[in-house]
């Protein structure tokens, strides 16, 4: 029934959620977060209120990169609309996830703007998370020269692996596609109809990207980007926690710690995980030992991060009936997949 499926969601949900209270609380209770930190930043209001500009200021980038697929897709959007309909998925990912994705709201508002371009679209948020991705792959290795020596292998292979992995899943989509045609085909008639189309139009698009190379590289250099401010954020975070232990250097690299962990889809947005990475990473680059919890200083970007998802909830008032329809929308074709 639709309703016990919309129930089963939220449920996930709350556990998602435990997970992340509990892991903080954990942190907190092994004294690798302290409230006390946060009292110290807040003497440095200047310092904060830079890192939450610079944190803003990646909202602004974000939306561009996805501007600039989706021209590359043939789909006009201004602007204003990229980064209202961005700021709004951001919103629904940090206040709501699980229950409704970011992506498919700030898709679907795209959607309603241009109703021949479902497709390309749904192919340029797909992109859009890739690049953004790859290019935190692509900062973990010019990280890998700062780690110490028994990490740099490890962590180079793994670097280098996802690298070559998107490359070579992207070229064989493309090189190949004749052959995933005839695996299609051997699938039932009603499924083979389905999956066609959906392949068939994937591709498509995905070529419109190789006649696009420079935009493409050019969303992967916005991503760098967006994550070297990020990286900013967090050492001015430390600056404010008067945090001298740690160098420009120790904090970029344990920032990029947090970040992978916060993919790991175990908590809402990696709650807690991030703040155990970054904690324990920087303990390798400290300058000189102390007990300083450095886990504080990611929850505390994450409670910036938080304060700039807010921000979303304008575009979204001013948008509610749209995003309504949406949402409901979402619940009713979920609820159908199940039953």
């Keep these: 029934m639709p309703s016990q499926s919309i129930a089963n969601r939220r449920i996930i949900t709350l556990l998602k959620f435990a997970i992340g209270i509990t892991a903080i609380a954990l942190l907190a209770h092994f004294n690798l977060i ?73 898709g679907g508002l795209a959607y309603r703007q241009d109703k021949t371009k479902l497709t390309q679209i749904a192919v340029s948020s797909l992109v859009d998370r890739l690049t953004g991705l790859l290019g935190l792959i692509l900062i973990s290795l010019v990280v890998v020269l700062f780690l110490p020596t028994q990490f740099q292998q490890g962590v180079a292979v793994v670097a280098g692996t996802g690298i070559v992995i998107f490359s070579l899943s992207f070229f064989i989509l493309i090189r190949f ?52 401010i990020i990286l900013q954020a967090l050492f001015l975070i430390g600056q404010a926690m008067d945090i001298d232990s740690l160098t420009w250097t120790g904090f970029a690299v344990s920032g990029v710690a947090g970040l992978f962990a916060n993919a790991i889809p175990v908590s809402p947005g990696g709650l807690g995980l991030g703040e155990a990475a970054f904690g324990q990473i920087a303990r390798f680059f400290e300058t000189h030992t102390n007990e300083i919890a450095y886990s504080s200083v990611f929850l505390f970007l994450r409670s910036l991060t938080l304060c700039v998802a807010v921000i979303g909830l304008v575009p979204f008032i001013i948008m509610r009936d749209e995003v309504k329809v949406l949402t409901e929308k979402n619940e009713m074709e979920a609820a159908e997949q199940k039953n």
Aim: with cysteine.
């Design 177 to 228: 596609q004749n052959l995933f045609r005839q695996i299609i085909n051997c699938f039932p008639n009603a499924i083979s109809g389905i999956l066609m189309r959906i392949f068939n139009a994937v591709v498509v698009n995905l070529e419109h990207f190789v006649d696009h190379k420079r935009s493409l590289i050019f969303a992967v250099f916005l991503s760098i980007i967006q994550y070297v």
């Design 34 to 106: 302290d409230l006390a930190l946060f009292e110290k930043a807040s003497k440095h209001p200047s310092l904060v209120a830079l890192s939450f500009v610079l944190l803003i200021s990646t909202v602004f980038i974000g939306a561009y990169r996805w501007k600039l697929l989706l021209r590359s897709l043939r789909v006009r959007l201004s602007f204003i609309q990229a980064f209202n309909y961005t700021f709004i998925g951001q919103f629904f990912n940090v206040f709501l996830p699980g229950a409704y994705g970011g992506d498919f709201i700030r």
